[in-house]
Structure formats: structure tokens, C-alpha cells
């Protein structure tokens, strides 16, 4: 409160100093003359009673600002150590998925090719997401330590961004690695991992950098793209004998099995966010708008598009419209 008397009061003094004809130069107020004499001059509602003098707190020594200094540094030292390790153990993840359903696929235990790709699609992405809770990141600024999602998901973005990196290197023949071209690609040619796979793994990156943890809306787009359409293909191609009538390449029950399957990921996402805190989680609400959004998504992954957008891109973009206008 002194500090706020003195600063009204002396901002008086100095305009009165200024006004012409008030007084000369050299001049001296009276005590009663000042204008932080009484709280009530100064223009702020909360400050009542007497003036007090300006006492300003005392400072702490530099020695001890190093040393607070210090102590947050290495805390966030430590922090920024957690989220390096998150990066490792989820690229690493990542890559002994796509290597496991390779070893698989070659010695037959998966029999189809297009099972052991869909199953890399379903996990890669949901699995991902799951990783979110371990990357913890803080920034340190002059005299506190703040928490940084920014920063978390920078590092997250990293392993999209590496995977990104692969699939160009591969699709455009820089390197060769027939095992990962088979496990991801449709019909084992390197071309086609510049296709879906990549427009896969930008959309995790964009996801992560632009939604992150804390909106729904990436989360569930995630959710739709990978369980969602995964489980359609899967599903149709076992059990799609009956086909859509407006899409001979669709059947009804890959697009059921992408409503169920898209709902209740998305749901269950949902909910492990809000174990953490990330996202408010109200059970009737989130399921109706998850609902919609599921309709939506796989009514245009119904439609006969495929040749012209491809479902990785389609999906995910739906998912995020509709998001945006049911969750804000």
C-alpha cells in the first residue's frame, strides 16, 4: 500500500512541476500541500485511511539469488533430462513396433500383409498418445520456474518428425530397408510410403505441435485416424461382404466397426487425459460430442474419395472440424 501512495503522490508531484503559472521553478510544497498527504487522493478504490511512509522490502543478497538460481536451474536440468529420455523411449518404441510386426509378418505368424500394416497403423498412433503424460518440461525465468507445455511438446515432436524423416529417406530410395517398406506399405513398393504413411505421421506432428495434451480436438483426430480407420480396414476386409451402395470398395460393417471402434478410443483417450488433469471429462457430454464426431469421420471415409484424398488426410481433418465446433 506505500508503494502505491508513493507512487501516486510522486506522479502528482511531477505533474504539478510541469504545469506552467503553478509554480516557479525552484519552489517547495508544504507538507499539507502534498498530494499523497491524504490516501484519498490517490484514485485508487481500495486504499483508505491515513498515509503511511514507503518502506520498501528488503532484497536478498546476491549470494543467495545465486544460489536460488541454481537450485532451479538444475531442477529444470532435470526435467529437461526426463523429456530427452521420454524422446528416446518413444522413438525407440516406435521403432520395435514396425520391427516386431515385421519379425511376425516373415515368419508367418501374421499371415497377411494388410493385417500386420493395419495393426503398425492402429498401435503407432495410440500408443504415441500415451506417452504424452511422461514429458514434463519447465522453462526458467529470472526469479521462478514455469511450467512449459511449449516445450514438452517439442520434444514429443521429435519422434513424428524422425519418422518423417524415414519414410522420406526410404520413398525416395536414399535408403533400403525392405522390412519396413513391407510392414507400412500397401503393396510393398517404397513409393507408396510418401503417400499414407507420411501424411500419417505429419499429421501426429501437426497434432502434437498445434493441440498437444490439453485439447480435445487433437486428441480425438488422433484417435479417429489411427483406431477408428484402422479397425475399419481391418474389419471390412475380414467381415465386408455386404457393400455400400454408393462405394463397392466400403462395406457396412468396416463403417460401423470405424464408429464403435473411433468412439470408444476416443473416449477412453479422453479419459486417461483427464486422469491427468489435461482435459475436463463430463460422461454424457463427452460421449454425445464424441459420437458426432465419429458419425461424421466415418461417413466421409464412406464416401468414394479415396482415390482423390486419402483417408489419412480426410479422417483426421474431419475429426478436427467437427471437434472444434463441439469442444471450442
Known amino acids: 500500500m506505500g508503494v502505491a501512495i508513493w507512487s501516486c503522490g510522486g506522479a502528482a508531484v511531477f505533474a504539478s512541476a510541469l504545469l506552467p503559472g503553478r509554480r516557479s521553478h525552484g519552489s517547495r510544497l508544504a507538507p499539507t500541500e502534498l498530494p499523497f498527504a491524504s490516501a484519498s487522493s490517490c484514485p485508487l478504490p481500495f486504499l483508505s485511511g491515513p498515509a503511511v511512509p514507503f518502506s520498501p522490502a528488503p532484497m536478498p543478497s546476491s549470494r543467495a539469488q545465486l544460489r536460488l538460481l541454481r537450485l532451479r536451474v538444475q531442477a529444470s536440468a ?35 500383409q494388410s493385417l500386420s500394416r493395419k495393426a503398425v ?14 514429458f514434463r518440461s519447465v522453462i526458467v525465468l529470472t526469479q521462478s520456474i514455469c511450467s512449459s507445455s511449449m516445450v514438452a511438446r517439442y520434444f514429443a515432436a521429435v519422434v513424428p518428425l524422425l519418422n518423417c524423416i524415414r519414410l522420406l529417406c526410404y520413398g525416395l530410395r536414399l535408403l533400403t530397408d525392405e522390412g519396413v ?57 475380414r467381415y465386408g461382404v455386404t457393400k455400400l451402395p454408393y462405394n463397392q470398395q466400403k462395406s457396412w460393417v468396416g463403417s460401423i466397426s470405424m464408429f464403435v471402434f473411433g468412439l ?21 457430454q463427452t460421449i454425445t460430442r464424441v459420437a458426432l464426431i465419429s458419425l461424421a469421420a466415418t461417413v466421409v471415409e464412406s ?26
Open 121 to 134: 497403423h492402429v498401435l503407432s498412433g495410440l500408443l504415441y498418445m500415451a506417452t504424452w503424460p511422461f
Open 303 to 328: 464416401l468414394p474419395i479415396s482415390d482423390v484424398v486419402d483417408d489419412n488426410v480426410s479422417v483426421p481433418l474431419t475429426s478436427m472440424l467437427t471437434s472444434v465446433l463441439l469442444f471450442g
Open 264 to 284: 470408444f478410443f476416443s473416449v477412453g483417450m479422453l479419459y486417461y487425459f483427464s486422469v491427468f488433469g489435461y482435459v475436463h471429462f463430463d460422461p454424457e
Open 78 to 112: 532435470g526435467v529437461v533430462l526426463q523429456d530427452a529420455a521420454a524422446t528416446t523411449f518413444c522413438f525407440a518404441g516406435a521403432y520395435s513396433l514396425v520391427l516386431v510386426f515385421d519379425t511376425l509378418a516373415e515368419r508367418n505368424i501374421i499371415q497377411k
Open 181 to 237: 517398406v513391407k510392414s507400412v506399405a500397401r503393396e510393398g513398393r517404397p513409393e507408396e510410403l510418401l503417400r499414407g504413411p507420411l501424411y500419417y505421421v505429419i499429421v501426429l506432428l501437426l497434432c502434437t505441435l498445434v493441440f498437444w495434451r490439453e485439447s480435445p480436438v487433437g486428441v480425438v483426430s488422433l484417435t479417429m485416424m489411427s483406431g477408428g480407420d484402422g479397425f475399419a480396414d481391418i474389419v471390412g476386409r
